[in-house]
């Protein structure tokens, strides 16, 4: 079939490479314009775009998907099928009749559970057992679209947003492949999705990773992980924000007592108060510095007694 892909970020090109590795033809990308990153604030292009630049699949980044002049690109190539893979904005209607099969979205999450921006993320907020993905007709509506296949993904101890996004993304797109050749040949069809059991996963913002050390240390490992690598995990301590990497596996059992947010070494381990037992450091970036290990930013301290806020 011929293909428009529509996808932005690093898991979007995996989707990308599964799909160029398929019978399918992809005869353009539609990607977010550059964006800035880093500390020198350059524009830089997505991962789709590089990917696509890099197979001379032509890149079109329309800054608004109303313009009728990026209408009349899409209709000139003829699309078969869009898949879709975390665009980043909204398709509107008028768009959505185009392909002969319509737009295919591939989305991190067992749907109608998480639909949203952060499924992912939001499923490790909750302790979820097992998670996945899903293709789906691209439908006005909130991720509403009927079904046309899922693969589950269990979540591992230790797992964080970005490294199980990971994974999804390979097993993802390899179901978004047999999703596009089962429309090529008539084998599949879309189903409606059960109207319950149904939960949201709206954008996690910088507030949503700040670490609450008055939770359990439960709480505080699952928001830690959920937020790995984006939007960070972070504290506060004398004023300056600390940002964290994810914590040992499990609390600690010790006999000392130690407040919420109240930082000690017990037994050669970094530990901070929860609202139950101590939670493990393993990583922590101070300020204006590279992420280190606890025990060598705990050194170069000058209180010995931190409380992180």
Known sequence: MRCIFAGTPAVAAVALQAILDSPHEVVAVITRPPARTGRGRGL?????SIL?????IPVLTPTNLHDQDFEMQL???RPDCCPVVAYGALVPPL????????????HFSLLPAWRGAAPVQWALLAGDAVTGATTFYLAAGLDTGPIFGTVT????????AGGLLERLAVSGGQLLVATLDGLATGSIEAVPQRNFDISYA????TGDARIRWTDP??????????TTPTPGPWTMLDGERIKLGPICAAGVATDRALPPGQVAVVDGAVLVGTATEPAHLDLVQPAGAKMMPAGDWLRGLRTSMPMFQ
Not at 202 to 205: A, E, G, H
Not at 217 to 226: E, N, P, Y
């Open 153 to 160: 993904e269990p979540i591992e101890v230790g797992d964080t």
């Open 52 to 56: 696509a630049s890099e197979m001379g």
């Open 95 to 106: 768009l959505l009749d185009i392909p002969v099969h319509g737009w295919v979205n591939l």
């Open 217 to 226: 240390w439960v709480g505080v490992d699952r928001r830690i992980r959920a």
């Open 202 to 205: 709206p954008k996690l913002s």
């Open 44 to 48: 830089a292009p997505s991962e789709v």
């Open 75 to 77: 209709r000139e190539l």
